[in-house]
């Protein structure tokens, strides 16, 4: 690691904002000084590697500069769905694969780097989970320390990951909103506390997601159209923002059509949407369902799903909600035809391609975002019989049993 300059040696880096467009040098605040929008970091003349690429190849295209963390994140596995769609073209970006469990990795990775470099003296995050973990994860290889605030009733395995990673836990009574306004609250009265809610908080975060889109085009090409599990949006954000550079390079010809998936419990952006409205208003309704990773109300930070909804109407893309029992079915036949299993938020992007499978060009990547053990569904492990025998049952019985299971 080597010794960090003034700008941590980000001086290709710009800060841009999204909504008036004044641009400074980099810095750890989260919102442009002039009008309070979120943030784009922008790297000035970005090359891309050619071919497949480890994720720090990616260096030159990324804001990041002298610090450079890294868990091993990144490259991970396409792999098609050839039971599921016998003619071909479909594929899944395997985001489990990451250290952490989660596509959050990519993001934590190089904000925890450009953190350090800048002189960050922690780092605090809101999470429904997974980007705890992450953030927790990168904090601790980076020797900073990290404060993770979740909603009470967080699932275990992705409150104990942040725990073993040295964090410090905290439980809000609330959604994921009440965790977002008390790491908001720290960040703020700690200016040398640096916040890397997975929202658009972070503008280091957002950038990361486009190597998602550099590994794709690196495999496939040209590449159709990419479901995308979304709570407010950065991944999303992210992945268009990495097509725009491949379109500028002339590495692909066309921009992929971009599908953002949410929750029929909570879908503050695929509804307005559907309205054709042009800003996203807060959910004022219960939050519900399964996917619980991308169930964000956007309660105080409406704008953020505003930039999202902006994002896919510019690239002429979609945004759809899928039902509990829509994921539910998604997850059972992916398990049972192709041997992969992802988490309820993930698996959202199958249930989605299903519903838009006549509208979208291949090949059609869906982005599964993290491992089926961060949030184990029990609505769907109901419906996962075991074969229940007693100790001296014949043996060709239980065969039996296992075809009439594996044939029904």
Request: aromatic share 4%; net charge negative; hydrophobic share 45%.
């Amino acid at each position: 690691m080597t010794q960090a300059t003034s700008n941590g040696g980000l001086s290709r880096t710009q800060l841009r904002c999204v909504v008036c467009d004044a641009s400074r040098a980099p810095d750890l605040g989260a919102a442009c000084h002039i009008c309070g929008g979120t943030l784009a970091a922008q790297v000035e003349a970005p090359v891309l590697p050619e071919g497949r690429a480890a994720f720090y190849d990616y260096a030159e295209a990324l804001p990041v500069g002298d610090v450079r963390i890294t868990l091993g994140e990144g490259g991970t596995p396409l792999i098609p769905l050839d039971r599921m769609f016998p003619d071909g073209g479909v594929y899944v970006k395997a985001e489990w694969m990451n250290a952490s469990g989660s596509f959050k990795d990519r993001g934590a990775a190089v904000a925890v780097s450009a953190a350090r470099a800048l002189g960050a003296k922690g780092v605090v995050c809101a999470s429904t989970g997974n980007n705890a973990a992450s953030v927790s994860a990168y904090a601790a290889r980076a020797g900073l320390p990290c404060i993770v605030a979740l909603a009470k009733g967080t699932p275990p395995g992705k409150l104990v990951h942040s725990k073993a990673n040295g964090a410090i836990v905290v439980e809000v009574d609330g959604t994921f909103s009440d965790a977002f306004r008390m790491a908001e609250t720290i960040a703020a009265e700690h200016s040398d506390w640096v916040n890397l809610t997975s929202t658009y908080l972070s503008p280091y975060m957002t950038a990361a997601h486009a190597t998602i889109m550099w590994e794709l085009q690196a495999e496939l090409g040209e590449v159709g159209s990419v479901m995308i599990p979304i709570g407010a949006g950065p991944m999303l954000d992210g992945i268009v923002a990495g097509a725009e550079v491949l379109l500028a390079q002339g590495r692909i010809a066309r921009m992929p059509v971009p599908v953002g998936v949410q929750g029929a419990g909570c879908a503050p952006i695929a509804r307005a949407f559907d309205e054709g409205a042009d800003t996203v208003d807060e959910w004022s309704d219960a939050v519900t369902g399964m996917p619980g990773s991308i169930n964000d109300p956007l309660r105080g930070y409406a704008s953020d799903g505003t930039r999202t909804l902006k994002r896919i109407r510019g690239a002429d893309g979609h945004a759809v909600a899928v039902t509990d029992d829509e994921i539910r079915s998604a997850m059972l036949d992916l398990g049972r035809l192709e041997g992969i299993t992802a988490e309820p938020a993930a698996i959202a992007a199958l249930a989605a391609y299903r519903k838009l499978e006549d509208k979208l060009p291949k090949p059609a990547v869906l982005i599964l975002s993290g491992h089926i053990l961060k949030d184990v569904p029990a609505q769907a492990a109901g419906e996962l019989e075991s074969i229940a025998v007693s100790p001296d049952l014949a043996t060709d019985e239980i065969i039996a049993r296992a075809l009439d299971a594996f044939n029904g």
